[in-house]
T-cell receptor
Framework: RKEVEQDPGPFNVPEGATVAFNCTYS??????FFWYRQDCRKEPKLLMS???SGNEDGRFTAQLNRASQYISLLIRDSKLSDSATYLC???????????FGSGTKLNVKP | DTEVTQTPKHLVMGMTNKKSLKCEQH?????MYWYKQKAKKPPELMFV???????INESVPSRFSPECPNSSLLNLHLHALQPEDSALYLC?????????????FGPGTRLTVT
């Protein structure tokens, strides 16, 4: 069983749409959660950390559900520039590893 | 400043060559990482250094040899690589090896083995 699972997509949405991605993790001892964005042939860039109470950064909202072991990312008012692959990352401190999901591809169309 | 730099950006090498990839960060981070990424796949962890000591080697073949000369620098020495080693090699750093610390990635070195 994979540590972190994501729907690979692609999600094809029109500009202005709201889109949501989910990510599930298998280790209940997981402690930190992140969303990264990766453009084609570029490095992953930190989009946002995910806090227990949920957090928002502009058009982006991240939520954590520890009971069901998933995190989500909501993007409102999608822009063409949001087209990328979104990686869910989970850490378990004692293991000193960052576990990556396989990524969800988003295509925002005009 | 959340910058991790990597050199070179691109590298083409033959199977008998020896080359090195370099990574540098000046954020005072004490954990540094090497990842390998193939197209359409997530980054795959290779090595973790914590306080300049190797703490994780993910059973990487010995033709890849990491080195951490100081807390800001990380090298990856390459020797006798195979064509299947062609990939994007990413360096990353984080404040510490444990705790709620984000990783920051360098732009990567795109390696082609001929």
């Amino acid at each position: 069983r994979k540590e972190v699972e994501q729907d690979p997509g692609p999600f094809n949405v029109p500009e202005g749409a709201t889109v949501a991605f989910n990510c599930t993790y298998s280790n209940s001892a997981s402690q930190s959660f992140f969303w990264y964005r990766q453009d084609c042939r570029k490095e992953p860039k930190l989009l946002m950390s995910v806090y227990s109470s949920g957090n928002e950064d502009g058009r982006f909202t991240a939520q954590l559900n520890r009971a069901s072991q998933y995190i989500s990312l909501l993007i409102r008012d999608s822009k063409l520039s949001d087209s990328a692959t979104y990686l869910c990352v989970v850490t378990v401190y004692n293991f000193n590893k960052f576990y990556f999901g396989s990524g969800t591809k988003l295509n925002v169309k005009p | 400043d959340t910058e991790v730099t990597q050199t070179p950006k691109h590298l083409v090498m033959g199977m008998t060559n020896k080359k090195s990839l370099k990574c540098e960060q000046h954020m005072g981070h004490r954990a540094m990482y090497w990842y390998k990424q193939k197209a359409k796949k997530p980054p795959e962890l290779m090595f973790v250094y914590s306080y300049e000591k190797l703490s994780i080697n993910e059973s990487v073949p010995s033709r890849f040899s990491p080195e951490c000369p100081n807390s800001s620098l990380l090298n990856l020495h390459l020797h006798a690589l195979q064509p299947e080693d062609s990939a994007l090699y990413l360096c990353a750093s984080s404040q510490d090896r444990t705790g709620p610390y984000e990783q920051y990635f360098g732009p990567g070195t795109r390696l082609t083995v001929t």
